[in-house]
Antibody, heavy 118, light 110 residues
């Protein structure tokens, strides 16, 4: 079964950092691009970041709202995607989901809640 | 404000059909056949229902169908069932490896 499991969320103060992990199983992780999305409480979905597979250079893309603060990476040997979140703001408070794909996304992990508050 | 515009809510009775729209621009929906639709129950992760405008992933019943005309995509659910009640989000590729979503439509099965 293809599965994605996020971890690393929690309560953090503004300006601090947090690293999220997305552990994959059930498929050849290195063959796929991976993305992070988020959903603020009571709000809609927002794309955050994207990383290509190594076959396509492993390069990265970011939404304007997080560019320069967040860093996406991957460890294909461990089947894990990461999202390093720096200089966190209160508006980064959301459930963060990881997912697989390029033009459409499936499956999605269960999400991990990040709360940025003093 | 979301990049794509979806009606806040739609409703229908069991067995009926409902259609929900997703309006973007010539820079996203109008330019690419990469519109996807996601179903989300409260507190749960989104689930892919339609991709590439009108394709269904394995396991999604043919009661779910998608289409696009110009800058507007649509999701139709026929033969409404109680467990179709959920939030539905459309997503479009917007070029340069960026993606935009609609604000979501709450489907109520009466």
């Amino acid at each position: 079964e293809v599965q994605l499991v996020e971890s690393g969320g929690g309560l953090v103060k503004p300006g601090r950092s947090l690293r999220l992990s997305c552990t994959a199983s059930g498929f050849t992780f290195g063959d796929y691009a991976m993305s992070w999305f988020r959903q603020a409480p009571g709000k809609g979905l927002e794309w955050v970041s994207f990383i290509r597979s190594k076959a396509y250079g492993g390069t990265t893309e970011y939404a304007a709202s997080v560019k320069g603060r967040f860093i996406i990476s991957r460890d294909d040997s461990k089947s894990i995607a990461y999202l390093q979140m720096n200089s966190l703001k209160t508006e980064d408070t959301a459930v963060y989901y990881c997912t697989r794909g390029v033009y459409w996304f499936d499956p999605w992990g269960q999400g991990t809640l990040v709360t940025v508050s003093s | 404000q979301s990049a794509l515009t979806q009606p806040r809510s739609v409703s229908g009775s069991p067995g009926q059909s409902v259609t929900m729209s997703c309006t973007g621009t010539s820079s996203d929906v109008g330019s690419y056949n990469y519109v996807s639709w996601y179903q989300q129950y409260p507190g749960k992760a989104p689930k892919l229902k339609i991709y590439d405008v009108s394709k269904r992933p394995s396991g999604v019943p043919d009661r779910f169908s998608g289409s696009k005309s110009g800058n507007t995509a649509s999701l139709t659910i026929s033969g409404l069932q109680a467990d179709d009640e959920a939030d539905y989000y459309c997503c479009s590729y917007a070029g340069s490896y960026t993606w935009v979503f609609g604000g979501g439509t709450k489907l109520t099965v009466l």
